[in-house]
């Protein structure tokens, strides 16, 4: 297929008028038969990339699709277009209609088929999908495949293995935010061949980008009432917690304002009511954990304010890209206060699983007689659901654990175990450690005296001449950053005597910001770099 056909497609058929930077880039590595991760903003596309791909060739679609409401949202706009039949497959449609959408699938008649990964739980399911021999599977939010990403979800972990017993169809993986680890980690994850990696436009000009600082928890809590108090309506207010989700709704509402609390304490029905009810106006302000946010899409958000930091820039990122979808000013405030780390610094540290957890698991999947469910390891060794996740993710990556596209898990090859474990739990640790960097990465943008919009496109790969312009540091004059004269300019690939391979992501004033392979983000003073020869550019090739 040409760049005309891809184009004549998407106008006739799906009523594009031209195409989003990265998309015809992406259509085009699909028609090849290339695996492809494409890494494009909201609003760049993301749908109509897979749906005129499937219009330009035989065979099947599958969506991996995270939410209920989002795959129907879909399906809507698939018929609407009049290109072919969609449908749904999840837990809220009856055996009748679950049987006619995969029916319609195998005769064809049903173009795209919508599913949430959990429903691979039923090997009827897979074996019916097989038997329709699907061309082409998507993998939508794919940075929930990655550890590394921000919205985990363990039923991910396994496609990749789903996607094989399916014949490995072309695979295309899509997500809105995911830095240079996490895109990594989604082929990985995946199982993804040679693919073509697709990344465009990270950066959101109209998003206003600010920090103010606090040392008094009741300060910071007054600034942030009054903050929204001012600020154009609807906007956003994201708390790390549910009683502080709670807390901040009430005295909203006591200002005045109509404020609703979100959390994943709530039923699902009173969770699905609000959601509404700010999706219609009729909640000017929404006060939530980071269990709200996946699909929606409301273009007229004005603001997004958090009053607890995030655990990452890539979950900063994707909760801020919630504004200004319209194109229309926006403004991102961070409420910033440096003891409120401590809360991610104690998740990143704890969990672990010591070396002989890791032997029980493993000795647990060696001595069973066949597939085990993570069930029933979990009676048997008598450890949580987290500690054994880890557990078997690890002891895969160990080589010893395969996953089966049940869920189930087999042991792939006998191997010594305690060798096994010590591998595994060194793994882990190397994990955790890049957590840890990660909420480092997250504290440097919260104290970045530069300009904010430079560091979070660096972080995600992208070269940025500051001044933006549009963040309070480049307002009050802060903006510039000297890294014109670097040794090893952003994105060079470098080796440290002691840290090994990494990758260049910033520089902040007198130090450089490497990403590690193995040891997270570091930072180090560039005059001792170039003064002693510590790094050197890694050889091409």
């Known amino acids: 297929m040409t760049a005309k056909d891809i184009h004549r497609v998407a106008r006739d058929d799906f009523g594009y008028a031209e195409l989003k930077p ?68 999840n837990s809220t449609e009856g055996k009748g209609e679950r049987e006619d959408a995969i029916e319609g699938f195998r005769e064809h008649d049903v173009n795209f088929l919508f599913m949430a990964p959990e429903q691979f739980n039923d090997e009827t399911l897979l074996d019916e999908l097989r038997e ?168 007229n958000v004005r603001f997004v304010f958090h009053y607890d930091i995030s655990d990452s820039i890539d979950s900063y ?44 698991v493993a000795r647990a999947v060696d001595e069973a007689e066949g597939p085990v469910s993570p069930g029933d390891l979990r009676d048997e060794t008598e450890l949580s659901a987290a500690k054994v996740s880890t557990a078997v993710t690890r002891l895969e990556e160990a080589g010893m654990i395969e996953t089966l596209s049940t869920g189930e898990l087999v042991e792939e090859r006998h191997v010594d175990i305690e060798g096994a474990a010590v591998e595994a739990v060194e793994s882990e640790e190397r994990y955790r450690e890049f957590e840890r960097s990660r909420i480092d990465m997250m504290r440097g943008y919260a104290e970045e005296y530069g300009c904010r919009r430079e560091y979070i496109l660096n972080y995600f790969g992208e070269a940025y001449d500051a001044p933006c312009g549009n963040c309070d540091n480049c307002e009050a004059g802060h903006g510039v950053q000297s890294a014109e004269e670097a040794v090893f300019p952003i994105n060079t690939r470098v080796v440290h005597q002691t840290l090994g391979p990494g990758l260049v992501e910033r520089y902040e004033g007198d130090t450089m910001v490497v990403l590690f392979d193995e040891g997270g983000y570091k930072m180090l003073a560039t005059d001792l770099v170039v003064g002693t020869g510590v790094l050197t550019a890694e050889p091409a090739g």
């Open 317 to 360: 990122y994707q909760e801020i890209g919630r504004a200004g979808r319209d194109g229309e000013p926006a403004r991102a405030l961070l409420f910033y206060r440096p003891e409120d780390l401590a809360l991610h610094r104690f998740f990143a540290g704890g969990g672990k699983v010591d070396i002989e957890e890791m032997e029980t």
């Open 132 to 299: 329709a021999k699907p061309a082409l599977f998507v993998v939508d939010e794919a940075h929930a495949v990655s550890e590394w990403g921000h919205d985990f979800r363990p039923d991910y972990l396994r496609l990749g293995a789903v996607i094989e017993a399916l014949g490995h169809p072309t695979v295309l993986a899509l997500t809105a935010t995911a830095s240079p680890p996490t895109r990594d980690d989604i082929v990985r994850q995946l199982g993804m061949h040679d693919p073509a990696v697709v990344v465009r436009g990270f950066d959101r000009p109209n998003i206003w980008l600010g920090v103010e600082r606090y040392h008094d928890e009741r300060a910071k809590r007054d600034a942030l009432l009054e903050g929204v108090e001012a600020a154009e309506r609807p906007g956003i207010v994201y708390a790390a917690t549910k009683k502080h989700a709670e807390e901040i709704a009430e005295d909203l509402r006591e200002r005045g304002i109509r404020a609703a609390h979100y959390h994943a304490g709530m039923p699902a029905k009173a969770r699905r009511e609000t959601q509404d009810d700010f999706m219609n106006d009729d909640i000017e302000v929404i006060v939530a954990t980071i269990a709200f946010g996946m699909g929606i899409d409301k273009s």
């Open 22 to 89: 990265g998309q015809e880039e992406a259509i085009s590595s699909i028609l090849a038969g290339r695996d492809t991760l494409a890494v494009i903003p909201t609003g760049g596309g993301k749908s109509a990339i897979y749906q005129i791909a499937s219009a330009l060739f035989d065979g099947p679609t599958v969506v991996i699709s995270p939410l209920i409401a989002l795959q129907r949202d879909q399906v809507e706009a698939i018929e609407g277009m009049d290109v072919g039949g969609a449908a749904v497959v």
